[in-house]
């Protein structure tokens, strides 16, 4: 997806950030809308086509992590929270509700421009429902497993019924580093070291938060799981018969 091609929306109610926000990305030559509050953002994607949305998660009112629930519930919109650096609990609360990725103020703008790049990227990529169904996952290289398939360009999930579901970044790079090393147990820290592109502190539990999303994703029982299983004290381990 060309700038020219993407709408940006950017919620953010401090004026001086947002502005800054709307004129980067406007240089860049995207086209961007820019909004103060939530209350009306489900309509707005669906009126407006919008692409992305840059989301500040300290919103007042309804706050940014309810955002981020609400329109993942409904929307296949790319989301990038916006968050200060004493927010990690509601950073990886944000993933685990749907989020796809998150900038940390104050933020490198040129990073922001990557990452949103990459999303967009991976959004247009990314193809609908109906087509998803009729997708030859014989023709498409990748991990199966279990009659589970992993798409790594398009960043699906195909389950053995043909549902599809594009996952979001954190997960996608949990799932496919753990597929690439069936039967090897792998730390917290090596699993850190693979979905972050960023620092990140020694108490983060992003991994185990995104390991309990893929299990509900994969239909793998956290009292008894088959296919991700925790070597207590050690990390995880994927335990699927993985072909790539």
């Known amino acids: 997806m060309s700038s020219s091609q993407a709408h940006i929306l950017i919620v953010e109610d ?4 947002r502005s800054l926000l709307v004129s980067y990305f406007e240089n860049e030559g995207y086209r961007v809308s820019e909004t103060d509050q939530a209350d009306d953002l489900l309509d707005r994607i669906s009126q407006e086509g919008i692409d992305l949305i840059l989301l500040d998660i300290s919103l007042p009112g309804k706050d940014g992590l309810t955002v981020t629930r609400e329109l993942r ?18 950073r ?20 922001l421009l990557v990452r ?22 014989n023709s498409a290289k990748g991990y199966a497993f279990e ?37 090897q147990v792998l ?3 090596q699993l850190m070291d693979a979905i972050h592109d960023r620092e990140w502190t020694p108490n983060d539990r992003s991994v185990d938060v995104l390991i309990g999303r ?18 207590h004290g050690a990390g995880y381990m994927f335990a699927g018969d993985t072909r790539a």
Do not use: C, M
Request: hydrophobic content about 35%.
């Open 187 to 189: 730390s917290r820290d």
């Open 214 to 231: 893929l299990r509900r994703k994969l239909g793998d029982n956290p009292s008894n799981p088959q296919l991700i299983l925790t070597a």
């Open 92 to 111: 990886i609360v944000g993933l685990e509700l749907g989020a796809d990725d998150y900038v940390t103020k104050p933020f490198n703008p040129r990073e």
């Open 14 to 17: 401090d004026l001086a950030s």
């Open 73 to 90: 519930a409904q929307s296949r919109v790319g989301i990038i929270l916006v968050t200060s650096k004493g927010d990690e609990i509601d």
């Open 116 to 137: 949103a790049k990459n999303l967009l990227w991976r959004i247009q990529s990314s193809p609908e429902p109906e087509q998803a169904r009729n997708t030859d996952r």
């Open 147 to 183: 009659g589970w398939f992993l798409d790594p360009f398009k960043r699906l999930l195909i389950s053995p019924d043909g549902q599809q579901e594009r996952l979001p970044e954190g997960e996608f790079k949990l799932l496919q580093t753990l597929a690439e090393h069936p039967g």
